[in-house]
């Protein structure tokens, strides 16, 4: 049976994965940079990752109790992502390559959020809600690439929660902490709820949270109340894919899915429809290396292995320029 090695470096998270034909993870090391304060200095994250790869590949291969002569081909994340961190993980999947004499493949960061989260899921043809730190976007699959039906206008949900967590005095990550905090909330206060058609916007919710709290709103209430109206309005554009492309089930994908409040109101409004949701368990909806490594394989089987020369990172790719030939459409 195939196994892919996968390595993920696009932002805060160096992560080595290993997964058979089968989708499962047969061995993963992974290490977060989490900067003492502020937000992520792509160098400095690069530099963490460049330090820790070669005990990550060392500890996936382990873990995996495979040997490089069983692997079937080196994937990496080649984008989107910031430029530092992309080319110290192509770096590293370039040398393996070579050294093991095994082909390369360049993955996007953002289909390997949907592919790991659709073949865990079982479903077939989903809307996809894809919310993770940089990205923010409703995807659905049709002719050969998947389209994003519905995005982020200004920063991703994820960078949403963490500018507004720092801004209150707390470190990166600020997705997790901030839902325990919220947890604690009892009163919704007001905040704009910002959706455009099939787009949302977080940066006037930043705004405004901020000063609710400078007035003197406790800070669990704030919390409670970015959460309820943040997942509000993505739900809102879920169910809106949902309507007009005449699907039912949904699955979600990247860090912030691994939010309870946002899976449990994503989860009522596709069962008040009919339909069924799903989430990947959390190691698997942050940033890692088996999605890279999934993604991969599902691409070698289509030819996506590229040479050397070919194989730069590509920091701006977008999820709808993507070819997936290994899909078939929805007929
Ligand atoms: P992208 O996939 O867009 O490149 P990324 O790679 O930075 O973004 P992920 O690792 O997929 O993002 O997700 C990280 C984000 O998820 C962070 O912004 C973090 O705060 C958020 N996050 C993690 N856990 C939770 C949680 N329980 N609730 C809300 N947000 C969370
Ligand atoms: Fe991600």
């Not at 993920?8 to 900067?35: F, K, Q, W």
């Not at 940089?134 to 039906?149: E, F, K, P, S």
């Not at 963490?162 to 919220?182: M, Q």
Request: hydrophobic share 45%; net charge neutral.
């Amino acid at each position: 049976m195939a196994v892919v090695l996968g390595i993920e470096s696009t932002a805060h998270t160096a992560s080595v994965g290993i997964v058979n034909e089968e989708a499962r993870v047969l061995g993963m090391a992974s290490d977060m940079y989490r900067p003492a304060a502020g937000g992520i200095h792509p160098r400095e994250a690069a530099n963490h990752h460049v330090e820790l790869f070669p005990d990550l590949v060392a500890r996936a291969l382990a873990a995996a109790e495979v040997a490089p002569r069983d692997i079937a081909a080196v994937a990496f994340s080649q984008g989107p992502g910031l430029g530092p961190c992309l080319r110290a993980g192509a770096t590293v999947a370039r040398t393996l390559a070579q050294v093991w004499e095994l082909p390369l493949v360049p993955v996007n960061h953002c289909v390997a959020h949907v592919e790991i989260a659709r073949i865990l899921s079982g479903l077939d043809d989903p809307v996809l809600l894809y919310a993770s730190g940089g990205n923010t976007q409703v995807i659905v699959h049709g002719a050969g690439r998947y389209r994003v039906l519905g995005e982020t206008l200004d920063i991703g949900i994820g960078n949403f929660l963490d500018k507004l967590w720092i801004a209150l005095g707390g470190t990166f990550p600020g997705g997790p902490a901030l839902e325990a905090e919220a947890l604690r909330g009892t009163e919704l206060l007001p905040l704009p709820y910002s959706v455009h058609g099939m787009d949302v916007a977080f940066s006037g919710m930043l705004t405004a949270a901020l000063a609710l709290h400078r007035q003197g709103s406790p800070l669990a209430d704030v919390a409670y109340s970015v959460e309820c109206t943040a997942y509000s309005m993505l739900v809102e554009i879920t169910e809106r894919a949902l309507a007009h492309r005449s699907r039912k089930d949904v699955v979600l994908g990247g860090g912030v899915a691994c939010n309870e409040r946002l899976r449990g109101m994503v989860r009522a409004m596709v069962e008040s429809r009919g339909g069924r949701v799903f989430a990947p368990p959390r190691s698997l909806c942050v940033d890692n290396g088996a999605m890279i490594g999934w993604t991969g394989l599902l691409a070698l089987r289509a030819g996506g292995a590229v040479p050397i020369e070919a194989s730069g990172i590509l920091p701006r790719q977008r999820t709808d320029l993507v070819p997936t030939p290994w899909r078939a459409d929805r007929p």
